[in-house]
T-cell receptor
Framework: DVKVTQSSRYLVKRTGEKVFLECVQD?????MFWYRQDPGLGLRLIYF???????EKGDIPEGYSVSREKKERFSLILESASTNQTSMYLC???????????FGPGTRLLVL | GENVEQHPSTLSVQEGDSAVIKCTYS??????FPWYKQELGKGPQLIID???NVGEKKDQRIAVTLNKTAKHFSLHITETQPEDSAVYFC????WGSGGYNKLIFGAGTRLAVHP
């Protein structure tokens, strides 16, 4: 079974803090994705990566950055957290050439 | 920009009834349409998908239909059971300028199946 794990299920941070969300997959997938999920807006793509040290902006990259130093790990970074970044963050991975994305359980982030 | 519209946002049915969720997409180049199910406290999981070269696909109690001309596709669940209660997302594949592709998701439908 494909397993995508996210470092925290719940996180509370203060405005202005630097926040790291970690995602690890154990199936040697080339592709990794970060989404945020908000009621009424569905899943929106923040950043994605098709290889180590490679990153591409998604639809809403502002206020976020990412890091992919190792194939199995994709980190989402909020340089200076703001209250409008309170959301559910979902990480996903997929094998090269395949469309199916495998999601982690999500991290619910609250920025106060 | 390109988007996927999904309706209804909430759907309540009695156990044993059918449920239908509809999506429309804007990019005529889209050729792959997956449906994901998200249960409480979990990440979304693929339940069925369809490609543009077919009009319908079935897997036991679930089916998906695609009308490329009208740019809409639908999820049909028959003989619903309480364990079908979840949030369902449709998506369409969009090709980017860098040769990469990504999924555009609908807003989601919360399905409640009442015993």
């Amino acid at each position: 079974d494909v397993k995508v794990t996210q470092s925290s299920r719940y996180l509370v941070k203060r405005t202005g803090e630097k926040v790291f969300l970690e995602c690890v997959q154990d199936m040697d997938h080339e592709n990794m994705f970060w989404y945020r999920q908000d009621p009424g807006l569905g899943l929106r793509l923040i950043y994605f990566s098709y290889d180590v040290k490679m990153k591409e902006k998604g639809d809403i990259p502002e206020g976020y950055s990412v890091s992919r130093e190792k194939k199995e790990r994709f980190s989402l970074i909020l340089e200076s957290a703001s209250t409008n970044q309170t959301s559910m963050y979902l990480c996903a991975s997929s094998p090269k050439g395949q469309e199916t994305q495998y999601f982690g359980p999500g991290t619910r982030l609250l920025v106060l | 920009g390109e988007n996927v519209e999904q309706h209804p946002s909430t759907l309540s049915v009695q156990e044993g009834d059918s449920a239908v969720i509809k999506c429309t997409y804007s990019d005529s180049a889209s050729n792959y349409f997956p449906w994901y199910k998200q249960e409480l406290g979990k990440g979304p999981q693929l339940i069925i998908d369809i490609r543009s070269n077919v009009g319908e696909k079935k897997d036991q109690r679930i089916a998906v239909t695609l009308n490329k001309t009208a740019k809409h596709f639908s999820l049909h669940i028959t003989e619903t059971q309480p364990e079908d209660s979840a949030v369902y997302f449709c998506a369409a594949r969009l090709w980017g300028s860098g040769g990469y592709n990504k999924l555009i998701f609908g807003a989601g439908t919360r399905l409640a199946v009442h015993p």
